[in-house]
């Protein structure tokens, strides 16, 4: 029993401690009339830019200053939440927190202290929602809140969702249309690629496993946002050199065959290929053999 006692007693020592020193950032913080202070390791930083820019630029940048370090910020809703959990913080002060910025922390394992808790984070005047909160509503997760403050649309991610539910290969959405499609391999890409290409130029593009041959018929088409179960390195890096927006659940470094024995054949033949257009026409070529 005295051990149980001993134990607790020890807690609310531990917390008060966390308390106190969660206080003493958050009085800081409106002494300096800052937006944020990042305390790691006893060295401290101050960041004033609007709404979640610095903690943006910071994931970007300098994800180092925010691993194992203990913020306070000025409101913490949803957005500021997921890149503060994306960052890897030890732990949250804040004079206010949204209810669901709350949640997502207390799902991370990340320590909060705030002195007032809303429901949801409105907009200075108080007529409407924080254009932020309500950008991602919907978002799930920490990883897809913090992929939509980057760019991605909600869309991206529950089309995926949509894929793996119904079994299918290939969703492209675009025009405020949505087209489904369920061939092995390419095949679709192709197809849309010849007879369709305005279906792909600006597109949200959700597909099962990405490799190169089907990341160069997107790039050679124009989609801007592509969402996968599993994307190859080589996928990824052209994506990248292209400026297209991707979302992977798994990289891999290959994609391989169905034997799982060596690289997919498709991919093989156009592994040293640089050229885009290049490796479309040789797929082009390929098909119509």
């Known amino acids: 029993m005295?051990?149980?006692?001993?134990?607790?007693?020890?807690?609310?020592?531990?917390?008060?401690?966390?308390?106190?020193?969660?206080?003493k950032m958050l009085d800081a913080l409106e002494?300096?009339?800052?937006?944020?202070?990042?305390?790691?390791?006893?060295?401290?930083?101050?960041?004033?830019?609007?709404?979640?820019?610095?903690?943006?630029?910071?994931?970007?940048?300098?994800?180092?200053?925010?691993?194992?370090?203990?913020?306070?910020?000025?409101?913490?809703?949803?957005?500021?939440?997921?890149?503060?959990?994306?960052?890897g913080v030890k732990s949250v002060c804040t004079p206010l927190v949204s209810t669901p910025a709350r949640q997502m922390l207390e799902e991370a394992g990340i320590p909060l202290y705030a002195r007032e808790e809303i429901p949801l984070m409105v907009n200075k005047d108080g007529t409407d929602l924080c254009p932020m909160e309500k950008k991602l509503l919907d978002a799930k997760t920490p990883e897809q809140c913090a992929a939509i403050l980057r760019g991605a649309t909600i869309e991206g991610f529950q089309m995926l969702d949509m894929l793996n539910e119904q079994g299918l290969s290939l969703l492209v959405f675009n025009h405020d249309s949505l087209t489904t499609h369920a061939n092995r391999g390419v095949q679709d890409l192709l197809q849309l690629i010849s007879e369709q290409p305005e279906r792909l130029q600006g597109a949200v593009v959700a597909d099962k496993i990405i490799g190169k041959a089907a990341a160069a018929i997107m790039a050679t088409g124009g989609v801007r946002?592509?969402?996968?179960n599993i994307i190859c390195t080589p996928a990824k890096r052209l994506f990248e050199r292209q400026g297209i927006l991707i979302f992977a659940t798994e990289e891999v470094p290959m994609i391989l065959n169905r034997d799982k024995s060596s690289m997919c054949p498709i991919d093989t033949q156009i592994a040293d290929i640089e050229s885009i257009e290049e490796c479309v026409a040789i797929l082009q070529a390929r098909l119509a053999h």
């Open 2 to 23: 005295k051990n149980y006692t001993l134990f607790a007693a020890l807690c609310v020592l531990m917390l008060t401690g966390c308390n106190r020193q969660a206080e």
């Open 31 to 87: 002494q300096q009339g800052v937006g944020m202070i990042i305390d790691n390791h006893g060295e401290t930083t101050t960041y004033s830019l609007p709404g979640v820019q610095d903690l943006l630029r910071l994931t970007a940048d300098e994800p180092e200053w925010l691993k194992g370090a203990a913020v306070a910020d000025k409101r913490v809703g949803k957005a500021a939440a997921c890149l503060l959990i994306e960052g």
């Open 225 to 228: 946002e592509v969402h996968t």
